[in-house]
Structures are given as C-alpha cells and as structure tokens.
C-alpha cells in the first residue's frame, strides 16, 4: 500500500509540471506564444549563430517565456503594428541565470574570438563588460524584458535597423547618427510603440526592452527555457 501510496504521488508531481508537454512554470510566468500565438520567435541563444558562437547554458528549446505582465503588454504591441501589417520578431526574452553565468565564462577566455568579426569588430573582447553590453546581472533573468524588432507582415523581412541584433558598438546605439533616414524612421517606430505600452529601451541596444513596474524587480530566475 505504501508503495503505491509513493507512485501515485510521483505521479502527480510529475503531471504538476507538465502542461500540454511543457514545463510548469514558476508561478506568473507564462509561454509568450499561448498570449500571442502569431508572434515570430528566433531565440538566438538557442542556436550558434550568436556572439558566443554556441548554444547558450540554459536555452534547450525555442521558446519564449515572460512573465504574464510583459507578455500581456507585449500583445499590445503586436496588435497596433498588425494594423500596419506589420509584427514583432523576439530574439531573446526571459533569460537564465546560468546563461549569464556562461557569457562570463566566454568572456574570460580573451582568445576565443570566432564572431568577433560579426558582433564586436571595435570592441576589444576585455571590454565588453567595461563597456557594458555585457553584465554579471541580467534584466532579462528577472523575466520581463525582451530584445526584438519589426518585421515585413507579408514577407517576414526584419525592418533595416542599421544595425543586427546583439552588435556591440555605437551603431546599435539608439541615438547613433551615422544611420539612414529609413533606418531612423525604422529605430523610432520600434521605440515609439513599446514605450506607448510601457516598455524602456537601453539606449546601447535598439532592440532592448524592460517592462516598467516590472513584478520582479530584484528576482533573478535560473530555471531552464523548454
């Protein structure tokens, strides 16, 4: 009897953090996609194809993950761009610690360089904390801030921001001067329509964004993306 008393108990606690073949969530996160099921998700941790050059400790699936106050404000945003024909692409939302802690790691190791050439061909690598496009804390691990752009309704085609997502220099400064017309008009859309729905951008990175009155403010998470 006590026996199976234990496995209908594993049981349980095992059904308690799945839901639809995902994990259970810590209480006021959800999956971004079951509040915005058309949002385009391109994690970029999740792959090799950034400024490490491999997947990212903590990044085990595609999946977007914010806390429900960001997730439900960033909704707002996708439905006043579609009225443009346009939509938002997210590179990076709720980010684990252990993620930050391997940035760290990299950033230790002064020659291992692969993408420098791609993402910080001005920066030397031992600055990059110094200069701040990397910290030792993360807003991203409290959950509600999120790096994105505009893309192309009809051809999925990310708006020209002057600059890629996660490159490190004066180009990807908000207020860099040495952009285009076009790529001004672009940056101030994006600017204009998160900050309607209470979003601050980081004025070295045109993509990034926190939730004002974010609900956890001083929380750090470390639990896994999948």
Same mark, same amino acid.
């Given at each position: ?5 234990? =496995? ?31 949002? %385009? ?14 997947? =990212?400790?903590?990044?085990?699936? +595609? ?8 997730? %439900? ?8 761009? #579609? ?18 802690? *391997? ?10 360089? =692969?993408?420098?050439? #791609? ?9 990059? $904390? ?9 807003? *991203? ?9 505009? =893309?192309?309704? +009809? ?21 860099? %001067? ?9 940056? #101030? ?18 993509? *990034? $964004? ?15 993306? %999948?």
């Amino acid at each position: 009897m006590k026996y199976k008393i234990l =496995i209908s108990l594993f049981v349980t606690a095992m059904l308690a953090m799945t839901f639809n073949g995902k994990q259970s969530l810590p209480e006021g996160f959800v999956y971004v996609k079951s509040v915005i099921p058309d949002i %385009e998700v391109e994690l970029s941790y999740y792959g090799t194809n950034n400024f490490v050059g491999d997947t =990212i400790d903590g990044y085990k699936a +595609n999946k977007l993950i914010l806390t429900k106050e960001a997730a %439900e404000k960033l909704k707002l945003v996708q439905d006043e761009l #579609q009225k443009q024909n346009l939509c938002l692409k997210v590179y990076d939302g709720y980010r684990p610690q252990r993620a930050v802690n *391997h940035f760290i790691r990299w950033a230790r190791e002064l020659k291992d360089t =692969i993408n420098k050439a #791609q993402f910080y061909p001005d920066v030397e690598k031992r600055n990059l $904390f110094k200069e701040e496009y990397i910290a030792s804390r993360s807003g *991203h691990s409290r959950g509600s801030t999120v790096d994105l752009t505009i =893309i192309d309704g +009809n051809t999925g085609e990310p708006l020209d921001m002057g600059s890629a997502y996660d490159f490190f220099g004066q180009q990807s400064w908000v207020n860099y %001067e040495g952009v285009t017309e076009v790529q001004k008009k672009n940056r #101030q859309l994006l600017q204009t329509v998160m900050l309607k729905h209470n979003f601050r951008n980081y004025p070295k990175e045109w993509w *990034h $964004f926190t939730l004002r009155w974010e609900p956890f403010p001083d929380t750090y998470f470390d639990f896994e993306v %999948e």
